[in-house]
């Protein structure tokens, strides 16, 4: 390795593979001082702390040349801030909780979208792994809708919701983006190597950690900041009660993002977290691609349908109207006076409802009595 | 029929069977001068519009001494504003829009329990009467949890929601109370004929209709408004879109009452109400009975457990501990200074968490090196 780095690019590919990405102290200071001046304080004198001492002992043998090749080579640059595509949102990270405010060194990126562009107009569909046919079943519906609308669906990449979220977005050929908690050239979970490659492909699967890095446990509640500020809100669709998928609610919420919950049958598990979720005052019930454009879309550009209300042609009638038409019998008809007795209306003005009635198709006057049209019922 | 009343009970038993329970001018007039002065009044000068014609063409068939006797036949009673069980909670009507806004003449009670005692603490459980499977199971556990913990369910008496609300009561043995939209002695639904009469025999059953009186459809929805009134709040299980159970809902709200909402499965018609209630401000959420107490129930008297929350062992870590613990392989053993390397944490850190890991039952020792124990995972 080299003694020394004068390129950022470069110090900050090898500060992904020397620390942890998400450990703020450093993150802190490569903010501040850039990560070339940051590299060169590692070197410049024997470490104070262990984790000092574990970050010196790997500089040996990382190589941010050879990341950067391995990454070139399944079609991956490393962006970091400063470039063209380096979303600005990201910088709203420094507002969480310490231990979740490391802002990125910078992002390793497959696929041939703008980053930047990409996110500007995204929302986060997410939820568990071990998922219902339920919850699968609106995490690809719900993406479907965004993408039609024009916008991007970020997710996990990870089994269940998140899949389920990659693929509708893909079915209606729109943009998605997987923020993989290891390497973006490592197929996992394995069994979405496929998925992975084809989100790729047409749009972006990105991770702060450099090619070759296997995912890890914490990892993941790392990676969920980035998934939270990369968008204008995170949908949370099917969650157990202590969830992954929550802590990405958390931290958007933490950003000042929308959280959106899919309310789901209290039976399930997998929904206790999302329905739990909905007791909080910050979040909102979604029950469609279109809430979930209300909540995060711009007024003026998006606006969703109102929710279709079933119309009953006695909405059209006047209370005393309506009130007439419930005394008038389905079977045998009767006379004015008896259905004014029922309705407990005169009966100059059952007479007169009994008319509007008539020419609404709604009674039928049968040898001098009134009974309910058939068709009408 | 007698020219003129001096009983202000029989005045106002009058007045429900001449005049349809839900006229506020009617009830107005009778809340600031009493019963027998509105009756006098009605019968004193010529009518001066159809309403008023009507309800003196229907003074000479009724007779009050009639109804009464014929609720005395079925176990009621008629139970009038200041008697020692009349609900004081029933003026707060008077804060609904005017056309909800008229307070009762009185209620046909029927059963043995006290009016006021049995709604001092209790809630309305109430919904679609097409329900599902889901509903009917849910609403049956919430009122059993209800009254497990003293609170008494008022419901509508109704086929779906509403008959499985009375069930879940009946079945603790707890205080149900089916607000009816006919009289305490119709059978309605005639399904629920037998419910109804169980409900009468250890709960209560009441109307503001007379005996004999037939459910008219306009009568639902003015019954609503006595369900929302006489509760602490409202639970909507299931519910479409436009539902009269909402209507109890809207009710409660104009009364400052609690407006409850169960979520339920975005894709089924039935929990579209409610879900659609979930995105309104004056709702709130709940999924079992110590969530509606926690709602409803004072401070001190009544306090809800916490959701369960699977507890995992590796709760109690320490994050480096945690991180070491992911990096230990979990079939063939290594040594200290790969899990270090793995782990990115130094190796004395490394070794001082193994040993807490070993105590703690999570890795062994093999040979030398270190894997997670088989059990533990």
Request: aromatic share 4%; with cysteine.
């Amino acid at each position: 390795m080299i003694g020394r780095i004068d390129d950022e690019r470069l110090a900050r590919a090898l500060l992904c593979r020397v620390a942890e990405p998400g450990e703020v102290g450093l993150a802190r200071r490569v903010a501040g001082e850039g990560a070339v001046a940051t590299v060169e304080w590692l070197l410049s004198q024997p470490p104070t702390t262990p984790q000092r001492r574990n970050w010196n002992e790997r500089i040996p043998s990382a190589s941010p040349e050879r990341d950067l090749a391995a990454a070139s080579a399944v079609g991956a640059r490393f962006v970091i801030p400063g470039d063209a595509e380096w979303p600005d949102q990201l910088a709203d990270i420094a507002m969480l909780p310490a231990e979740y405010a490391a802002i990125p060194f910078g992002l390793w990126v497959r696929g041939n979208l703008d980053l930047r562009a990409a996110c500007a107009r995204s929302v986060a569909v997410v939820g568990a792994r071990a998922s219902t046919a339920y919850g699968e079943y609106v995490a690809s519906e719900f993406s479907f809708g965004l993408v039609e609308r024009g916008w991007a669906v970020v997710s996990g990449g990870a089994y269940g919701i998140d899949g389920a979220a990659h693929r509708g977005a893909l079915s209606a050929c729109g943009d998605t983006v997987a923020v993989l908690a290891c390497g973006v050239d490592v197929a996992y979970p394995r069994g979405h190597s496929a998925l992975i490659d084809r989100v790729a492909t047409t749009g972006l699967v990105i991770s702060e950690w450099p090619p070759g890095c296997s995912p890890m446990r914490h990892r993941f509640l790392v990676r969920n900041r980035v998934i939270a500020a990369l968008t204008k809100g995170t949908v949370v669709v099917e969650a157990a009660i202590r969830s992954g998928s929550l802590s990405t609610a958390n931290r958007a919420a933490g950003m000042m993002r929308h959280v959106m919950s899919v309310p789901g049958p209290i039976t399930s598990t997998m929904s206790a977290g999302t329905n739990e979720l909905l007791k909080q005052p910050e979040s909102v019930c979604v029950t469609s691609a279109a809430d979930v454009i209300e909540v995060v879309g711009e007024i003026g550009t998006d606006l969703a349908p109102l929710p279709e209300m079933p119309t009953d042609p006695r909405d059209g009638l006047d209370s005393t109207t309506r009130r007439v038409l419930e005394a008038v019998p389905a079977r045998a008809a009767v006379g004015v006076a008896r259905i004014a007795r029922t309705a407990g209306i005169d009966v100059i003005s059952v007479g007169r409802s009994l008319g509007r009635l008539a020419a609404g198709g709604f009674v039928e006057n049968v040898d001098g009595g009134w009974r309910v049209r058939r068709e009408s019922t």
